[in-house]
DNA sequence: GGAAGTCAAGTCTCG
DNA sequence: CGAGACTTGACTTCC
């Protein structure tokens, strides 16, 4: 079976994603514009329910500042009965929701000043779930880092930091391939050397070549080997035409979606997509393909 | 009300 | 060498 949904937003709804400049900020700012993405996050979720879809990616906007040293982090305290609820409709849906920590999140970054900024943002992303009362299939996913020029070095930092983390913070944590430094071939290689999971973003492995004479198939089911626990799940998204490399399209293209369900179909998988236009694309892909859910 | 400029953070590529 | 891209636009100012 397979599972497909979206990423942050939901076009036609409110935006979980509320938030207001660093200069105005106050800890009870923080705390209201929170507690509505809180409840925004909560009618998409419902929204999903109602449409079937159950695998959904919560933005990292979620709490205004979340991982700022500016933040108390009052949040976790006083919001954690709304963060309950929530998590308690995900579980009795059947739902699966991720994080991904954006561009600043470095996990090999050089400067051990600027680490402790990546921690405290991985802090918050796991405190949002952990709060959530979700396990770990529910996951935080994040890229491989810089390369600094040195490949070998960064990897090498990366998985020092990996090993590294406590417990709390490396229990969700996943690994994608980019479309600039780290390769599919690379990330197998940092999983089977820390241990954690590894997603294949299929756009980026395009972009960003590797594993050179292994098809789709074959390549998904690599990173199928590094799913102890939870189900795979994998990143899907096409290039915008006439945009530059690594645009994500409007929407997902029929076609070519199609041939790639041709070779992995039969696998027990979770696809995220990564389009403009969000839930649309995959009310359209599940009229296309009935099997998928 | 709408357009334009700005917003916590890093790294890399393109024009 | 600045803009744009990235998990994602949203907020603020100015007219």
Redesign the pocket.
Known sequence: MIRIGY???HTALP?A????????YSDARMLEVARANILALGEILRWNGDNGITLFRI???LVP????PVNSGSWKEVLQDDFRRLGAFVREGGMRVSM?P?????LN??DEG?FA?VLR?LDYHSAVLDLMGLDEGHVVVV?G?????DKGESSARLVRRIRGLPPVLRRRLVLEN?E??FTASDILSLCSQTGLPGILDVFHHEVLPSLEGQGAREVTLLFRNTWKGPRQKIHYSNQAPG??????SQSIDLRSFGEFLESVGDIELDIML?T?DKQASVLALRNAFPGLR
């Open positions: 990423a942050c937003i935006t994603s509320r938030t207001f400049r660093l200069s105005g933005t990292s906007n500042f979340g991982s700022h991904h954006g561009q600043h999140t470095v970054a050089r600027y900024s943002d890229h880092g810089g390369g600094y020029g980019d600039r430094v945009k530059r490399t690594g645009s994500h990564e403009k």
